[in-house]
């Protein structure tokens, strides 16, 4: 199968900043599943993507971000990205930040590179100077801010006129994560919290700040075959198990069970045993004049 798999393209129309010190913003950092060191180092082995995943991504999320000398990801948790687009775009600084010290523990253990640099900070109070990054990147973090408008205010600032931002999410209307199949509970926790299409453009490009660059979906393999998926679930690694009581949970994990006994190498709906992982991709670029 290809790796690059386009699978969507979806249609639009198209400073007050508080200072915290860093021990403040470990204060105020509410999202205890992140803030958690064992939940860290969890989150590090269950969310690892296959090498040739992860690649088709970093690719992906350059070939969006333009020219770019210095790439801010927003949210950036173990660092994955941050290391991956570090090989992806060479000569790029790119600065990780994250308001979780154990998140950022565990980046800089498992990926660690000479051209990234992680920093404690928050989405709306980025500890970077105005007009300082080139483009930015935010994978899996919009729905974990509790004020977006702010967020993009913030992002704004601090990216040069014309920089370019990858939101990669899944939108409250197309919700299908694989986990869904066994957990359905959390798709009407998602549902709440996942922000929709036009919620999440309105955000960003409220005040002017942003434009509509494009929206489409990208789906790439996150799991050999279903059992290796089920392994990968049963670290309990991913924020979102964290709302399930444990019943609920050995309760998912029993139907996964029954699903990898009846077909181990291939999940449902899935191409050639592996199972596929889709989502959103929002591509916005900077006004020339933020508001
Ligand atoms: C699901 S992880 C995504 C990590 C990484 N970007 C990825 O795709 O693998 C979400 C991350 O968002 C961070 N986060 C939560 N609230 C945040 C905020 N207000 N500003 C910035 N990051 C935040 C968490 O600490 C966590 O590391």
Not at 160 to 173: D, L, Q
Request: net charge negative; aromatic share 6%.
């Amino acid at each position: 199968m290809t790796r690059f798999q386009l699978l969507e393209a979806h249609s639009f129309e198209s400073v007050c900043i508080v200072r915290l010190q860093p021990r403040d913003v470990v204060g105020i950092f509410k999202d205890i599943a992140h803030a958690d060191p064992r939940l860290a180092a969890a989150y590090e082995r269950g969310n690892d993507l296959p090498g040739a995943s992860l690649r088709a991504w970093a690719d992906l999320i350059a070939s969006q971000l333009g020219d770019a000398d210095r790439i801010l990801e927003v949210g950036a948790g173990t660092g994955i990205f941050c290391a991956a687009l570090a090989e992806q775009v060479p000569q790029a600084e790119i600065v990780g930040v994250d308001p979780s010290e154990p998140m950022l523990a565990e980046a800089a253990r498992h990926h660690g590179h000479p051209r990234v640099h992680y920093r404690l900070g928050t989405a709306d109070a980025l500890p970077l100077d105005a007009g300082s990054c080139d483009a930015a990147l935010l994978s899996r973090v919009v729905h974990h801010l509790p004020d977006r408008p702010a967020a993009a205010r913030e992002l704004a600032r601090v990216l040069r006129p014309g920089g370019r931002v990858v939101i990669r999410t899944t939108v409250r209307e197309r919700l299908d994560a694989p986990v869904y199949r066994y957990w359905p509970e959390l798709l009407a926790h998602d549902a709440r919290r996942f922000p929709a299409e036009a919620e999440l453009l309105a955000d960003f490009t409220g005040g002017g700040r942003f434009a509509v660059t494009r929206v489409f979906s990208f789906a790439q393999p996150i799991a050999r075959n279903l059992a290796e998926l089920r392994d990968r679930y049963a670290l309990r690694a991913e924020s979102k198990f964290g709302v399930l009581s444990e019943a609920e949970f050995a309760a998912g994990l029993a139907r996964l069970d029954a699903a990898v006994s009846v077909e181990p190498a291939a999940g449902p709906a899935d191409g050639d045993g592996e199972v596929l992982e889709r989502y959103d991709v929002v591509v916005l670029e900077r006004a020339a004049e933020p508001a």
